[in-house]
């Protein structure tokens, strides 16, 4: 069995939600567009996908929460960056936001994907969204549609 990041899953007749800050803008933008290609190559249509912009990362929890709570939506995936800076902000950030969106699809039976970046410096971040570390836009999508399918095997889901 090849790992689940060589393998395209098959996103044909799914309707995925996608919370994305808008804090480093740049960055979230490149996972942007990588969750929208990772759809796309895996079959999804672009219109069946919902984007919604949050202002922070903090608050993908509660984006993400209402767009799982939307019978017509699949599965949500959350971009955001958060990067290390002089206070221990971005501990209390990252933990919140990962904790909050495992509770989000324990709570709906959803898939709901961690593509956050939590980086020690920008260079991390550029990495990660389209450079030498590829992009986790693009494997937080993937990571969702296998969970759907996953989910739904298990017997849950819509």
């Not at 979230?28 to 990362?57: C, H, K, Q, Y």
Request: glycine share 14%.
């Amino acid at each position: 069995m090849k790992d689940a990041d060589e393998r395209i899953p098959d996103a044909r007749g799914l309707r995925m939600g996608i919370v994305v800050s808008s804090y480093h803008g740049s960055i979230t933008n490149a996972l942007l567009e990588g969750a929208r290609e990772g759809f796309t190559e895996a079959g999804g249509v672009m219109d069946d996908l919902v984007v919604i912009e949050s202002p922070g990362a903090f608050e993908l929890t509660t984006i993400a929460a209402t767009l799982a709570d939307r019978s017509d939506i699949d599965g949500v995936v959350a971009l955001g960056c958060v990067i290390t800076g002089e206070t221990r902000h971005d501990r209390y950030i990252c933990q919140a936001v990962a904790e909050g969106l495992t509770h989000v699809g324990i709570n709906t039976r959803k898939p709901v994907a961690f593509g956050v970046l939590t980086c020690q410096v920008m260079e991390q971040a550029m990495d990660r969204s389209g450079g030498d570390k590829g992009n986790k836009g693009r494997e937080a999508m993937h990571a969702a549609v296998f969970a759907h399918h996953a989910i739904r095997q298990a017997g849950g889901g819509s």
